[in-house]
């Protein structure tokens, strides 16, 4: 057994204790120096810049661990609205001293004018911050990856997730529906500014929309997100801060899917007009788009244009808080702070305080986790793999953990081909009870414990737990029970009550029944494993199965083209940062790993695909009814409609789920400070990097 399968197998047993235990090579936090998010004092502009720009550490307690401190920072829409929530005023604005240098010399405006006239403002998880940097992370690969910050941390979206959940203003200072939810009035936060200090407008939207969208060669299948009722949404110009999307059918909850994963949430703010009609045919003389085509070793315009419109591009304008300044790949990929970002914090001080972002390239995962246990790395999402030795090595590497949430993984989730052209099977996988027998054959308490070890909890596939989704809920214990004896009478009942000379049963016909498991090797790399004892649960009632493991490429084209009888791998429900309408699982969209056939009958409107039963196309009947709910509670007892027909049909067959904390668990160096302990989304991206310190 290799090093790597005894990590695996040891480290869940031992993942709650250690994660109770996490702070115990710390003392419990002691107060901050400055007072917490929210409470300071109001700030004059001699007084705010102060702790901003000093020098040496300006904290002395030591950081909280994973979960032990609730959100504290909290995200204002405007200056006006942090001094109506807590009564302290911001009077004043600075910036970093090297901004302030470049302001002095007259390389750059006042930071009163790189700011926009509402800026965002952050009042901070632990204490106003300090400048400097760098912040030190990696890049685990030596391929075309490129550094976290790239992909999500510069991603400013019209909407976003505030550190509590909800969707707040962002790019987008405020917005208004008309009352039937067709309609929506977004208002640009004015004054915002493009990394070279050309203002963002209402035109760059327009450009993303008309010029990229709209553009068949660009965009040859238009995003189903941008629809309803089968047509395109039509955006308009009001005016220069004021844009305006309007759709054939109620559409409330695109306010939400405006800032979440799954959502091309970037793309809207993420089209600088000025500096991208170059390389667009609409403007640019094709002449000087074909020579830089050449340069670049383009063979069409299409590939060229969405490179220099890639967040990876160094030259393409920004308004997110780092600028990359190399093409990845990059032994070092380095960012640089936006002198026009247009957040601050509590006190007036502009953001990011980090002043550079440093991503190694580091050649696998284990060089990682061997520079993080060395206290090189200031945040590293790890994961809980590596868990035991992570802990073992907290106090001399420095560093402390957190946690972040995401969607829960379903392992070794069993699905049926409902539209196989064996008769017989075909039968059988389409009746509830079939499927709700071997469910109830299969001991998922000793798949814990011999394969787990702890750490996941059985369960169908099931949505994030606690509220909205309560994915702990005994709605998703849905025939997972433990019961040999009520899946021999269920099958009985079906009718196979013949046996071969071996015991198992035999097909209603009379012929040999035998389930074919193909079990991808891909995610979880478990699953042959577990297939093998789903096996034996199944012979122990009669059901003959055999298993065969699939890479996961040539798994995908086999399960996708119907070609399996039964098939394994990891799933999804939604919730956290992906909301479930979403998730193709849950409601039967484009993808569905349940039933491609039954999908693409209804994405093709009957032309193709195989025509699947009345609940399925409920599930799609229901999500329209979701897209076009203002009120959220009615959308969520929508949903939870969608969670107890998906149950009561049982069209796949869950093991167990993790619990996303762990699988999402983050090491953060001890001289990083303002982190939460708790992120809402294990991209990080809503807790608001910019307002990340390192602390001496």
Not at 376 to 401: C, H, M, P, Q, W
Not at 648 to 675: E, K, Y
Request: hydrophobic residues 40%.
């Amino acid at each position: 057994m290799t090093s790597k399968t005894v990590s695996r197998y040891l480290i869940p047993f031992l993942l709650i204790a250690v994660l109770l235990l996490a702070a115990c090579g710390a003392p419990a936090p002691a107060p901050a120096v400055d007072a917490p998010a929210g409470t300071q004092p109001a700030a004059d502009s001699s007084s705010a810049a102060q702790p901003s720009a000093a020098a040496g550490p300006i904290l002395t307690d030591p950081p909280a661990d994973a979960g032990e401190r609730p959100v504290q920072m909290h995200v204002y829409n405007s200056p006006e609205d942090y001094t109506a929530a807590t009564g302290n005023t911001i009077s004043g604005y600075n910036e970093a001293p090297e901004l302030a240098e470049m302001v002095a010399s007259g390389a750059l405006p006042p930071v009163e004018e790189r700011l926009p006239a509402a800026p965002v403002v952050v009042a901070p998880e632990e204490a106003i911050g300090k400048y400097g940097g760098p912040l030190r992370m990696s890049i685990t690969g030596q391929n075309t990856l490129a550094a976290e910050v790239g992909n999500w941390w510069v991603v400013e979206s019209l909407t976003i997730h505030s550190p509590q959940g909800e969707i707040i203003p962002n790019v987008a200072q405020s917005w208004e529906w008309t009352d039937d939810n067709k309609v929506l009035t977004l208002h640009l936060r004015e004054g915002i500014k493009w990394s070279d200090g050309v203002p963002f407008t209402a035109d760059d939207v327009v450009f993303w929309w008309e010029d990229v969208v709209l553009n068949t060669e660009l965009t040859p299948s238009p995003p189903t997100l941008l629809t309803r009722g089968g047509e395109m949404g039509v955006l308009t110009k009001i005016d220069d801060y004021t844009v305006q999307m309007t759709f054939s059918q109620p559409y409330a909850l695109f306010t939400t899917y405006l800032g979440s994963w799954g959502f091309s949430r970037g793309a809207p703010t993420g089209h600088p007009k000025h500096y991208l009609t170059q390389f667009h045919p609409n403007y640019a003389e094709r002449e000087s788009i074909e020579a830089g085509m050449a340069e670049g070793g383009f063979d069409t315009w299409t590939d060229y244009f969405t490179q220099m419109a890639g967040n990876l591009n160094p030259d393409k304008p920004t308004i997110g808080a780092w600028i990359p300044q190399d093409l990845p790949p990059q032994p070092l990929e380095i960012h640089k702070r936006n002198p026009y970002y247009w957040k601050v914090d509590s006190a007036g001080n502009q953001l990011p305080y980090i002043g550079e972002i440093w991503s190694t390239r580091t050649a696998d995962r284990e060089a990682t986790i061997l520079k993080t246990i060395a206290g090189e790395l200031d945040f590293s999402r790890t994961g809980s793999i590596d868990l035991a030795l992570l802990s073992d090595n907290k106090v001399s590497g420095n560093y402390r953990f957190a946690y972040a949430d995401w969607m829960p993984n379903a392992f070794g989730n069993i699905m049926f081909n409902f539209t196989t052209a064996d008769e017989v099977k075909r039968e059988l996988y389409n009746d509830v009870r079939f499927r709700r027998a071997l469910s109830v054959a299969i001991n998922r308490d000793e798949i814990i414990k011999l394969i787990y070890k702890g750490g996941v909890f059985a369960s169908q596939v099931a949505p994030m737990r606690g509220a909205p989704y309560f994915g702990e809920s005994e709605l998703f214990q849905s025939w997972a029970q433990f019961d040999p004896d009520l899946a021999n009478q269920m099958l009985d009942e079906i009718g196979l009550t013949e046996r071969d000379n071996e015991g198992f049963r035999l097909a209603p016909n009379g012929g040999e029944l035998l389930l074919i498991i193909a079990a991808t090797t891909a995610w979880p790399v478990e699953t042959p494993e577990l297939m093998e004892l789903v096996r034996g649960y199944w012979a122990n009632v009669g059901i003959k199965a055999t298993v065969t493991p699939e890479a996961g490429q040539l798994w995908t084209a086999r399960h996708n083209a119907g070609e399996h009888d039964l098939s394994a791998r990891g799933a999804h429900f939604g919730g956290g940062p992906v909301h479930p309408t979403l998730n193709s699982n849950t409601f039967a969209l484009a993808g569905w790993q349940w039933a491609p056939d039954w999908a693409l009958w209804l994405d093709s409107n009957g032309a193709q695909g195989v025509e699947p039963p009345d609940d399925v196309k409920r599930l799609r009947e229901i999500r329209e009814q979701i897209l076009g709910e203002a009120d959220e509670e009615a959308r969520n007892e929508l949903i939870q409609e969608v969670f107890q027909i998906q149950m009561d049909n049982l069209w796949s067959i869950g093991l167990v789920v993790d619990d996303p904390r762990f699988g999402q668990l983050t090491v953060v160096h001890n001289r990083l400070r303002n982190v939460v302990t708790h992120s809402i989304s294990g991209e990080w991206y809503p807790m608001v990097p910019a307002h990340w310190f390192i602390n001496e």
